[in-house]
């Protein structure tokens, strides 16, 4: 059974950055795409960004293209990061990560619907 645990939220101050992670156990998928989601109250799961491997070609939403950077690390390799810079108020919400095996290459996953596993969630809160 695969499990991902996300860390790193917290507060921050408009203009502030913070790291989310995303540890994954038992991802043993020969190609797979980790991606990451967010929830504000009272609005649905939308995409934030994706990294898929092999290859390790990376996907963000128009939101936050140019201030997040999602990457693997080269070492611990089943850990994924979410660089988040210059953070404005509508970026907080709950940060999901998520994790499935590559059936389409030329899937977009940029839906929850793809992803069959998920983590429990970090909390993002970007206010003065």
């Known amino acids: 059974q695969v499990q991902l645990v996300e860390s790193g939220g917290g507060l921050v101050q408009p203009g502030g950055s913070l790291r989310l992670a995303c540890e994954a156990s038992?991802?043993?998928?020969?190609?797979?795409?980790v991606g990451w989601f967010r929830q504000a109250p009272g609005r649905g799961r939308t995409f934030v960004a994706s990294?898929?491997?092999?290859?390790?070609?990376?996907?963000y939403a128009e939101s936050v293209e140019g201030r997040f950077t999602i990457s693997r690390d080269n070492i611990k390799r089943s850990t994924v990061y979410l660089e988040m810079n210059n953070l404005h108020p509508e970026d907080t919400a709950t940060y999901y990560c998520?994790?499935?095996?590559?059936?389409?290459?030329?899937?977009?996953?940029?839906?929850?619907?793809?992803?069959?596993?998920w983590g429990q969630g970090t909390q993002v809160t970007v206010s003065e």
């Open positions: 998520a994790a499935a095996p590559i059936r389409s290459i030329l899937g977009a996953y940029d839906r929850q619907g793809e992803y069959s596993h």
């Open positions: 990294i898929r491997w092999p290859g390790g070609q990376t996907r």
């Open positions: 038992r991802l043993t998928y020969l190609s797979y795409i």
